[in-house]
Every structure is written in C-alpha cells, then in structure tokens.
C-alpha cells in the first residue's frame, strides 16, 4: 500500500513545496488530505491537482464536502488512510495537530518548530508512549538527523547550527532596531513566509531551533551552538566524541528536507532537487552571531534552558512581537525588547498537560499585546 500524506498548511511556502515533492513522487506516496487556513482559491487549485480525500479549511467558508475551522487540523492527522503527517503550519496553531497525529501512532514530518518549542516534553513523550514519530523538516535538522542516522547518541559530543544571519548580519545595532518591513522580509538566501523570515532577521529563529534541536536529539544545550554562515550551504555540523565532524551540504531549498522527511532512513532518486555544485556554491565563510545586537537568540536560549512554561512563552511574545512589526505597530528592535519583559515577569510553571502549555502561552500573548499597547 502506499503510505498516505496530510499537508497541513498545504498553501504557505513549506507546504506549496511539499506538494511539488510529492507530485514528483507519485508512485511512492499518495496526498490523501490537505488543509489550509484561508487561501481558499490556491487549496482549489491543490484539491483538483491532487483530487484528496479530505480537505479543511480552517478560516472562512468551504466548498461542499469540504471541513471547516481548526477541528479539520485533527480531523486530517487522524484518519486511518493518513499514514505521515506533514505539518507545515506556521505558530503555536499546529500543536494539538501534532499531538493528535503522535498519539494516532503516525509519522509527523515537522516544519512547525513551534511545537517542540510550546511543549517538547509532552510532545516528545506522546510519541514515546503512544508509537508517533518525529522527523524534522527544518533543514537544519534535518542536516543533523542525516549525519547521525545509524549512529549510537553516545557518539554525538556537539551540535552546531547554521543561520544565515538574515538581511541585517553586517548592519549595526541602531540600524537593525529602525529596519523597515520590506527589509527585514528581503532574505538574501532563503524564501519562506513573512513571519519565519522575520524571526530569520532578528534570529529569533535560531533559537526556536536551538530548542527543538534539544529535544529532538536530547543534547544538553551547552553542547548546542549556533553560528553565523551567510552563504546557507552548510546546513548544520555534528562533532562526534572523537573529534570528526561531519556537515550536510546542499543550497537553501527546502524540497530536499521535505523529502528526506517522507522517507527517513532511506533514500529515493528525485531528479527535481538542485544538485550540487561546489565551484557554482563558492567560498563559505563563518561568523561569530552579534548576540549584542541580536538579542532575541540570547533570550530564546536563556528560556530552553530555564525550562518549564519559558520557552512557550518566549515563543508567543515572539509570535505576537512579529506580528505587530509586520502590521506597522512596532519597531524592529521592539520584538526583542517585548520578549524579554515577557519572560523576565513570567512565573515559570510546569508544563506537562496540553492545558497547562495553553495557559502559558495565552498570559504571554496577553502581555506582549499589552506592552505593545503602550509603547
């Protein structure tokens, strides 16, 4: 049989690509169900490509047959002729997708960080117990599962994490706090929707990655790093205990995580993937991230470490923060300053029921809502 796909936010710029892997690999898989949140025109045009079982549509009103509002998310991960999850969803929305399709014993191949980051104990303990599995879609994790596959976790001394340093690396810090829009969403190397490409320029986005780097491969974060290599070839380094160390290599487009995702631990010919080419690929370089003028990877870090209810609530001020950049109601630079009131007022709770996780991160929206109002 062959397995059967839901794309969760099958509209937005991950699940777009995955559904240009997937139309490739036709004879592998089957898109059995998708969802989008409110691009009702382009998920038409996906559902007569790929004719789905199911589909939902979270915001607005559906076509007949269709599901609407977030129960369709559920809905989608648990049915039986679902066997991998693709959940491309951007924020804290995609949690309890996720959670579902873990406890639903399926593969969740996961672009939405956001859920590790909430909850990565509880998330990480469902698909434990409950027969789920994990495989990240980032592509630096993505990079990090390719080279410790068939590896004992013994063997593993370091993880270091690229980031581009998005469109501001070289800029100073007064110039990164005034940064306009059209700025901050001009990445050099990547393409990707408006809020991770903004959580791109601040680095914001590396520390979502720092933490789910955590719990996905259950490194301690002092053996977590992060660097700055604006070319995005390199994708992530593992050092293991005898000092090698080995990166995976490829130019920035997702389609290639995205594959690997639906096949981990093997590999499948796709001739539609860029291959590469090391004179074309130039000379890579590394640079040590500005934390001083990029503070909200500091802060991201300082929250996994502290554990509990921080790091869902550095994620939702983030979540807000951005969103209120991108609407004109706040500086760049106020994103990291929201953030850190955010976590340095908080009370730190446990975090081990779907509730508990929602309540932390419901009091910070609140509170980035708050301090923005009075800015």
């Known amino acids: 049989m062959i397995p059967g796909v839901a794309v969760l936010g099958s509209t937005g710029s991950i699940g777009t690509s995955a559904l ?10 089957r898109v059995v169900a998708l969802t989008a949140f409110g ?33 369709s998310l559920v809905e989608a991960v648990t049915r039986p002729d679902v066997d991998i999850v693709l959940n491309g969803i951007v924020g804290a929305a995609g949690l309890e997708a996720t959670l579902a399709a873990l406890a639903a014993g399926k593969r969740v191949a996961l672009a939405n960080k956001e859920t590790l980051v909430m909850a990565g104990e509880l998330v ?12 990240p879609v980032d592509s630096e994790h993505s990079a990090v599962l390719q080279c410790v596959t068939g590896r004992s976790p013994a063997e593993v001394q370091r993880l270091i994490l690229t980031a581009s340093g998005g469109p501001f690396h070289s800029w100073d810090a007064e110039r990164v706090r005034h940064a306009t829009v059209d700025e901050a969403l001009n990445h050099p190397t990547w393409r990707m ?52 160390v080995m990166a995976q290599l490829g130019f920035p487009n997702m389609e290639l995580p995205i594959l690997y995702a639906l096949t981990h631990p093997d590999r499948v010919p796709d001739d539609g993937v860029t291959r590469f080419d090391p004179v074309a690929a130039g000379p890579l370089t590394f640079e040590p991230v500005r934390t001083e003028v990029f503070p909200a990877l500091a802060l991201g870090m300082r929250a996994g470490r502290t554990g509990g209810s921080a790091p869902a609530a550095f994620n939702a001020a983030n ?57």
């Open 39 to 71: 691009q009702k025109d382009r998920l038409e045009a996906q559902v007569a490509a790929f004719r789905p079982a199911f589909v939902g549509l979270v915001s607005g009103a559906g076509t007949d047959g269709w599901r609407a509002g977030r129960a």
């Open 124 to 135: 990480t303990r469902t698909a434990r117990e409950r027969g789920g599995e994990i495989v």
């Open 20 to 29: 240009k892997v997937l139309a490739r690999q036709r004879d592998r898989f």
């Open 193 to 244: 929707g408006r809020k991770i490409t903004v959580d791109s320029a601040t680095l914001a986005n590396k520390a979502l990655e720092v933490i789910e780097a955590h719990f996905l491969f259950g490194l301690p974060y002092d053996r977590i790093e992060a660097v700055v290599h604006p070319q995005s070839v390199i994708h992530s380094f593992v050092e293991f205990v005898d000092g090698s």
């Open 319 to 375: 979540e807000v923060a951005v969103a209120a950049f991108l609407a004109g109601r706040a500086l760049f630079g106020r994103i990291a300053e929201v953030i850190a009131v955010v976590l340095e007022e908080q009370i730190v709770t446990d975090v081990s029921s779907v509730e508990a996780v929602l309540e932390a991160d419901a009091w910070a929206r609140r509170r980035a809502e708050e301090l923005l109002r009075c800015s």
